[in-house]
């Protein structure tokens, strides 16, 4: 009996079906604190799964999901504890642009008989069995896409893909944005995703406590370099204080970097003791995955992270240091 399935009577034409030979139990995970295209990927891929190779166990792995994400059918069938499950015929590791991103799910990943990574991160170093990384893609959802039959996706598949698209783009604003993302993204809308419902419901909407998190970072932003950069801080008490999670923190870089005259935004959100996550955004010349890959993160050009350790003096000087340098280059 081959694994490749019929639907509705047509032979399904995907490029999954190679990793899939023989395999009976398979993983699916994003990377730590997931996006909306860790998530609409990874639950793009377990629907795709489930319904085109029935005869497949999979489990998807991922972090706790942004409430933001939640619209998406099956969000309730992530696992997010650490159980210790039996080896996987085949992992697939998901936007996560390195093995360590993929957090709790690395035993998985390392005791996996296959391991298949889809990303589209340029400092992704194509750590799996089988590597599927596009750099130029928008998002993993899009390169996720290219790998599947899309005459035969379902609503529920599209519509995760969808999601993932609008998070990684802003809406196609960013300059990820390419011709092959807006064919995908025109394929989804003909098989009937509810675009205007799902762009707001999870780009625009935001609860109360975000709005006032938005409004916090943005009082208390500073600008370096005669504008050229913004910085702000979402400490520890400001973020008790809302009892914010780091997620509800999703848009606030989007803003400030389009502050007038600004190249490069940075936000620093407090993760521990000493201990700060730093989002960097830039708009046409700052490498921000440079400095990023510097400090041990990694993410693209115009947008990248990494996690630092230092008070947030050290934490800001390290990081203006080598924006400076970048910022004199291009004068
Ligand atoms: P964000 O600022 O939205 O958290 O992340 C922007 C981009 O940078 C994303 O593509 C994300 O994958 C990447 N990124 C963020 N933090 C890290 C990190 O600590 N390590 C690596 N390798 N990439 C990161
Ligand atoms: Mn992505």
Excluded: W
């Amino acid at each position: 009996m081959p694994l490749r399935q019929k639907r509705m009577g047509m032979p399904m034409n995907d490029q999954l079906s190679k990793y899939l030979e023989g395999a009976g139990r398979v993983a699916v995970a994003g990377h730590t604190r997931p996006d909306g295209d860790c998530v609409g990927s990874c639950l793009a891929l377990y629907a795709y799964l489930k319904e085109n190779y029935p005869k497949l166990t999979v489990d998807v792995y991922l972090e706790n999901v942004p409430d933001a994400y939640c619209v998406l059918e099956d969000s309730r069938i992530v696992i997010t504890d650490g159980r210790d499950a039996q080896p996987y015929d085949v992992f697939f590791a998901l936007d996560a642009s390195d093995k360590e991103r993929l957090a709790g799910a690395v035993k998985y990943f390392d005791k996996a008989k296959k391991t298949v990574c889809i990303d589209h991160h340029i400092s992704n170093p194509g750590y799996g069995d089988e590597n599927v990384v596009y750099p130029k893609a928008s998002s993993t959802c899009e390169v996720l896409a290219t790998l599947m039959d899309l005459d035969n996706i379902s609503v529920k598949v599209a519509e995760a893909l969808y999601v993932g698209i609008i998070c990684d783009t802003g809406c196609f604003k960013h300059s990820n944005t390419g011709e092959q993302t807006m064919n995908i993204a025109g394929k989804l809308m003909r098989l009937g995703v509810d675009f205007s419902r799902l762009t707001d419901e999870v780009f625009y909407q935001k609860t109360y406590t975000q709005n006032q998190l938005l409004g916090r970072c943005l009082l208390e932003s500073f600008l370096m370099f005669s504008g050229k950069c913004i910085i702000s801080v979402a400490d520890r008490k400001v973020m008790d204080f809302y009892k914010a999670k780091s997620s509800d923190l999703e848009g606030v870089i989007d803003q400030m970097r389009v502050t007038k005259g600004v190249e490069v935004a940075v936000l620093l959100t407090e993760i521990g003791e000493l201990s700060y996550k730093v989002s960097m955004r830039s708009n046409t010349f700052v490498d921000v995955a440079k400095i990023a890959g510097h400090f041990g993160g990694g993410g693209h050009i115009r947008a990248a992270g990494c996690s630092m350790s230092g008070t947030k003096y050290d934490v800001i000087n390290n990081l203006t240091r080598l924006i400076e340098e970048q910022l004199k280059n291009h004068d």
